[in-house]
């Protein structure tokens, strides 16, 4: 691998550490500050929300203004996140700062590094390597998440039983979270001219939208039903599905650190499973076919009546839940002209994280709800199950230029 490639899996790998390392006690925090349910689930959406307009403005701008430069302003974001997240439980000013900054309440990607730096790998690497490629970013990814769910949790529960409140300890994991921002921006900064988008021959061209012109169709097609799958996704999030099982279960920082230590460890493992698949049936039919089943373990997760056996529903949900997600990256970038793939990434990384807004605020009603803890997880494997047979109708006959 080259210089710039070595530094795009170095970024991947501490953003979503952090991400990890923050969303098993992010709600927990919340909770610490004095915010209620509702307060939290609100306030989870809204950073959903800001997500999108911040990812719009920056993944749409990328091809044109410069990939290296917005990436750095997206680590400068999430450092304002994590910085007065930890001094304020002001809930205006928490809120305000979820809509503007990049802080991530799941454990998955969040903000615009993903689109642009996918943007930049697919550039630099042959369209026969890219699913291959995408696998393993994911894959890193994934242990990257487990790492830092496992430390998050294990970190918080060490202080606590060291003499540290509960909010403090949860107070030195968004500290972490934001020295992470600093170290993003420094990396950042060492990429060279070449991960920026390519400048095509002249032509009759289509005017930009969005940043997109000839690929515009089929990226809104592909957004729209995004939208829906992220919608679900947003029901369980993993720091509500954390704070599910805390309630629930009564299950401990610590411990749910090493279930969802276990549960990334899966979903990367089940990422690089889908490039061999992929080979032998197709993008599509891999994002599909492998996403299905996941759900229906989705659904059985509440189901279950013990913790052991809720437990070994998630983590096998887990072992197959990402092998839609490379297919889907790649399926994406092949489909679309060089010079709209930032642009491509971030329409349907927003049309994600709009579907995904409302999610939380509801997840946080129902879990306020006794008698409704586990709809989330029936409601959000439903609606994926949907997604999964609108993808399969839709796309099955646009094939990707390695398919030809």
């Known amino acids: 691998m080259n210089k710039d490639i070595r530094i795009l899996f170095s970024t991947r790998i501490l953003r979503m550490f952090a991400y990890g390392f923050l969303s ?13 349910e509702g ?5 989870l959406t809204l950073t959903l929300a800001g997500d999108a307009a911040i990812t719009l403005w920056i993944t749409t701008s990328a091809d044109r203004v410069g990939r290296r430069r917005m990436l750095i302003i997206g680590a400068g974001l999430m450092i304002m996140a994590g910085l007065i997240f930890n001094l304020t439980g002001n809930y205006i000013l928490l809120v305000v700062t979820a809509i503007i900054g990049v802080i991530s309440p799941s454990g998955n990607e969040i903000g615009p590094f993903l689109s642009i730096e996918q943007a930049a790998l697919s550039q630099l690497l042959p ?17 990257a998440t487990a790492s ?18 509960p909010l403090n300890s ?13 170290v993003l921006a420094d990396l950042f900064l060492l990429l060279s001219h070449s991960v920026e988008a390519p400048k095509l021959a002249e032509g009759p061209v289509t005017p930009r939208r969005l940043g997109l012109h000839r690929s515009r169709g089929v990226v809104f097609r592909l957004s729209s039903l995004f939208a829906v ?11 509500m599905v954390a704070y599910w099982f805390n309630i629930k279960f009564g299950v ?25 698949i992929a080979r032998r049936i197709g993008l599509i039919n891999t994002m599909v076919f492998t996403h299905i089943p996941s759900n229906i373990l989705l659904i059985l997760v509440p189901l279950m009546p013990t913790l052991p056996l809720a437990i070994t529903a998630l983590l096998l949900r887990f072992s197959i839940s990402q092998m839609d997600v490379p297919t889907r990256q790649s399926y994406t970038m092949a489909v679309v002209s060089p010079d709209e793939r930032s642009a491509a990434m971030g329409v ?21 709800a006794p008698g409704l803890i586990g709809a989330p997880f029936v409601i959000a494997g439903g609606l994926k199950i949907l997604y999964d047979l609108l993808v399969w109708r839709g796309f099955r006959s646009i094939k990707p230029p390695e398919e030809i």
């Open 252 to 276: 401990q920082p610590a411990v749910l650190g090493g279930i969802f230590f276990g549960a990334n460890i899966l979903a990367g493992i089940s990422a690089l499973s889908a490039t061999w």
């Open 39 to 43: 307060q939290i689930g609100l306030l």
């Open 24 to 36: 098993v006690v992010l709600a927990l925090y919340l909770a610490q500050r004095g915010l209620s």
């Open 148 to 165: 830092g769910a496992l430390a998050g949790g294990g970190l918080s529960q060490l202080l606590q039983a060291g003499g540290t409140t």
């Open 229 to 239: 799958d992220a919608f679900a996704g947003g029901l369980v999030v993993q720091s």
């Open 348 to 368: 349907t990384s927003i049309a994600r994280s709009v579907g995904a807004t409302l999610s939380p605020a509801i997840t946080g009603q129902l879990l306020a």
């Open 170 to 182: 949860y107070r030195a994991v968004l500290l972490g979270y934001t020295l992470v921002g600093v």
């Open 127 to 143: 369209d026969q390597k890219r699913t291959q490629i995408f696998a393993w970013y994911n894959l890193v990814g994934s242990f």
